[in-house]
Structure formats: C-alpha cells, structure tokens
C-alpha cells in the first residue's frame, strides 16, 4: 500500500492503532485501557514466570489436541463428503448446523459426557475448528474437474490411490483455507473450554486478572494470545499462496 | 463420387485382424438412448476415427472401450478378451489434456507408470524418452499452467504412449489446441501410427482432420446413434504428409462424407 507516494511497510495499520491505543490509555479515560507500553512492559514481564509458562503449556496442549484431531478427522470426512452423494445428503444437514451452532451452549454438555479434564477442552476445540475444515474440503473435491479423476481411473488407479494423488491435492488450496479458518476458531474454541470447563492455562489467567481488575495483565496475554494465532494464521496464508499457482488452473 | 464407391467394395476387406470389437453395444440414460446396437471392429496398428455431428455418442463409445463407462447392453473385446473396467491395454487421450496442474512435466508423463508401481528412477527414464518423442525435451521440470495448449497435449500424449499400452484411445485431443499446432500434431500422429505397432482410436467432429490422419472413418449419426457407414480410404495413405490435402481421392471422401453429414448440421 502506499500513501502520500509512500510505499508504507506491511502490517503498518497496526502501528496507527498501536499509537491511538497509547494515547487513549495516557489519557486515563478508563482504567479497563491502560497504556500499550504498560501492558508490554507488563507481558515482558510475566512472560518467563512459571505461572504463564505453565499455563502456555496448558493451552498449546488443548489447542493443537484439538487443531489435530479436527484436521485429521475433519479433511477426510470432508473429501468423503465431496466424492459420495450418499454421505453428503447424509451429513451436510449437521454440518451446516454445527457450523452455525452457539458452540458454547454445548459445553455444559460435553462436561456431562466427558468430565471436567483437558478431555473436555480437546473436544470443544475440535468442535469449534472442524466444522469449516469439512465444508472446506468438500468444496474443493467437488470443482475437482472430471477428466482427472477419469484420467487416474483409466491408468488403473486404486480408491486409496486416488485419495491420495487426486483428491487430496485438487482440493488442497480450499484445504488449507479451511484449516486457516478452523485454526482461528480453534484459539477461540481453546479459550472458551478453558473457561466453562476448568480453569486452566490461558482461560485461568484471564479469569484471574479481570477478577482483580489487572487490566495490564490482561492485555497482554489478550496480545500473546493475537500473536500466536496471527502467526499461525499468517503460516497457513503463505502455505495457500505456494499452491494458489494451480489453484485457478484446475 | 465414382471413387468413393470404390473405396466402399474395398473395405469389406475380411482378413483384417481386430484389436478391438464393439458388440451390440447400447448405452441408455434413463429413457434417453445415447447409443443403440452398435458394433464396430477396429483393425490392429490402424488409426480409426469416429466421426459425427455432437451428440452422436461418439465420445461415449469411446469412453465405453476404455472402460471409463458402463455399457447398458452389449460388450467390448480387446485382443479377443471380453473387458469392462479400465486396464493396461489401452490408454486415454483427453481433450482437456487432464494433466495434474501440481506436478511437472515428468511427473504428470510418468503418472501412468506411477500407479503401475513401477519405480521411480525407472518410469522416469521411461518418461524421459517419451518428452523427447513428442518434443518436449527441456520442459521435464516444467508445469503445466507454464506450457501453451498444444505442450500440454503433447505431454498428454506422452504419458499415454509411456505405459505402452496396445490400444490408444483419443477423444478429440486436438479440439483445444491452435490451428497450427494441430496440424504439426496430425503429421505427428501419421508418423505414430507408422512407427508404433498400436491401434489408434481417434474421436473427431473435424471431417478433414478425420480423412486426413485414418485407415478408416467410422461416421456415427445421432437419434438414435448409429454406425452409418465405413469408410477405408486407400490410395493416398502412404503419401507423404505434404500431399495428402491434394489427393484427389482425400478430397472427394472429404465431400462425401459433408454431403452425409450435412443435414446435421444446426
């Protein structure tokens, strides 16, 4: 982007946000908004105690449990869902419910059936990732263009071969938009469990700083929560791009 | 007209081998009959091409020998052997060149041999030769999306003579390729259909581009589609590439063939 015949460096909105932020919390306006540079003085501290590391440990477990699980589970089902008429009719219905589903709503139900533990938290996870993972990888098998899959049967192709050597890579870019996608619901899906199920890792921390109105505290891991995931996020993005070459091409 | 006539008597010429046989065949989609009893042999190491206005299942038939559809009643022979499924003895062409847009030239050339199990050093030697066949040596390592339409047939083109199968089936393989190209490909394929012992089967709606590359035109009409006639041209088969579009025997089966087809024609 440029401005003013500029060409300003990536990501510089945030700094224009980053700044307003400072001077809104100099001002004093509300003590829910400290200052940016107190709130990353704050992280840089807080960073290397036993508490926050204990509790990164914590919710990186229940996140890539659950990131796993529903991509695992999630790009099959999905491929199986663009290849079979018969499954899709099956499934499609509950898919798109569970997309559109208040997730939250269910958790008082999952501790019912699985207890109070990170057992819990992987399944709401998983819950919150998987359902755009499947619709996703269904919309890539299904523009798959014929001829291919014509093509692998009549050089004698296995099913499994064709899963794998067809399928999987036609539908790859809508693939990883999906996983793009589930992975930021996932983070939110993470944070939601550790708070109704138990309170643990990154959940605990936000109860315990809002409840003593540690603001700064709670930014700051608000921001350590935002960097990872952006960065998770930007790593799948640039995962897309280097197959994006094929993707208007199939 | 006299010569056509004469190329009729000649093609009941009975000592021809098959390759290929199409029995009764008849495919149905629902109430719709897209092909009705249809029977055709085509001769070993001959190129033979279906012609006919769109619609008149040309491209199903072939689709049916190759095993990629069923048919509804009727059978296919290869090499006197009753098939229905795809197999090693025959291979596709396809007129949108079906190429995996993520592998390079050498992968896509060796994917046939790929789910063979050949191994890797192996079909990709195999592999390499063919890319020099059909002209496409220094492209090994290029992909699809950066080669003209013409390229990517010939890698299709490529990967189907490298399983090396007895049977090649095209479906109108030059229809998305310029004009120029697909003539150098017509001298190509004559040159093929030389030097390679196949049986070629070759799905056209060019009339021109058939007479100009068979031993013989079968011209299926459409409702219900049928084998019409069969056509053996014989005199200017061993001519050079360069004259055939002067014979004058090229010429008048060319008519010939229009003045069937024409009512046809939207």
């Known amino acids: ?250 | 007209m006299l010569q056509t006539d004469d190329v009729r008597t000649a093609n009941k010429a009975p000592t021809i081998e098959s390759a290929v046989s199409v029995r009764n065949v008849s495919k149905n989609y629902g109430a719709v009959e897209a092909l009705k009893n249809l029977s055709l042999e085509f001769p070993r190491g001959e190129l033979t091409s279906l012609l006919g206005p769109s619609g008149c299942g040309k491209t199903t038939l072939l689709k049916i020998i190759g095993g990629l559809l069923e048919p509804s009643a009727g059978e296919i022979e290869v090499n006197g052997k009753k098939v229905s499924r795809p197999g090693p003895d025959r291979a596709f062409v396809f007129q949108d060149f079906a190429l995996l847009p993520w592998a390079n030239v050498i992968r896509n050339v060796s994917f046939g041999l790929e789910l063979r199990g050949v191994a890797r050093a192996e079909r990709e030697a195999i592999a390499e030769k063919y890319i020099g066949n059909v002209g496409l040596a220094g492209f090994e390592k290029s992909y699809p999306h950066q080669l003209s339409g013409g390229m990517r047939q010939r890698v299709g083109l490529a990967r189907a003579l490298s399983v090396d199968s007895q049977v090649l089936l095209l479906d109108e393989p030059f229809s998305a390729v310029d004009e120029q190209n697909r003539r150098k490909f017509q001298e190509d394929l004559l040159e093929l259909v030389r030097n390679e012992n196949k049986t070629f089967i070759f799905v056209t709606h060019s009339i021109e581009e058939a007479v100009y590359v068979s031993d013989q035109i079968a011209i299926l009409l459409p409702r219900p589609s049928r084998v019409s006639e069969v056509i053996r041209p014989s005199g200017f088969r061993e001519k050079d590439v360069e004259n055939i579009r002067r014979d004058p025997e090229y010429l008048d089966i060319v008519d010939q063939i229009w003045a069937s087809l024409r009512t046809y024609a939207e």
């Open chain 1, 1 to 250: 982007m440029t401005a003013f015949g500029y060409r300003l460096p990536a990501m510089s909105s945030l700094l224009i946000w980053a700044l307003l932020w400072e001077i809104i919390g100099q001002l004093h306006l509300t003590f829910f908004v400290p200052p940016l540079s107190e709130v990353l003085v704050t992280l840089v501290r807080i960073l290397p105690t036993p508490a926050f590391l204990n509790a990164l440990a914590e919710t990186a477990y229940g996140f890539l449990g659950g990131v796993s699980a529903a991509i695992l589970i999630g790009i099959p089902v999905g491929i199986m869902m663009g290849k079979s008429r018969l499954l899709d009719e099956l499934l499609l219905p509950w898919v798109n419910i569970f997309l559109s589903a208040p997730l939250t709503a269910l958790v008082p139900v999952l501790m019912v059936l699985f207890g109070f533990g990170m057992t819990s938290i992987i399944i709401t996870t998983t819950l919150f990732a998987i359902w755009i993972i499947i619709l996703n990888a269904r919309a890539g098998v299904m523009q798959i263009n014929r001829s291919l899959i014509d093509m692998a049967r009549s050089f004698g192709a296995s099913p499994l071969e064709a899963f794998f050597k067809i399928y999987f890579w036609a539908a790859l870019p809508e693939i990883l938009g999906g996983v793009r996608i589930g992975v930021i619901r996932a983070v939110k899906g993470v944070i939601i469990g550790q708070l109704l199920i138990s309170i643990v890792g990154f959940g605990a921390l936000f109860e315990l700083y809002s409840s003593n109105f540690l603001m700064g505290h709670f930014w700051a891991v608000l921001v350590v929560l935002f960097g990872l995931a952006f960065t998770i996020s930007e790593f799948l993005a640039a995962l897309e791009r280097r197959v994006a070459y094929y993707a208007a091409k199939r």
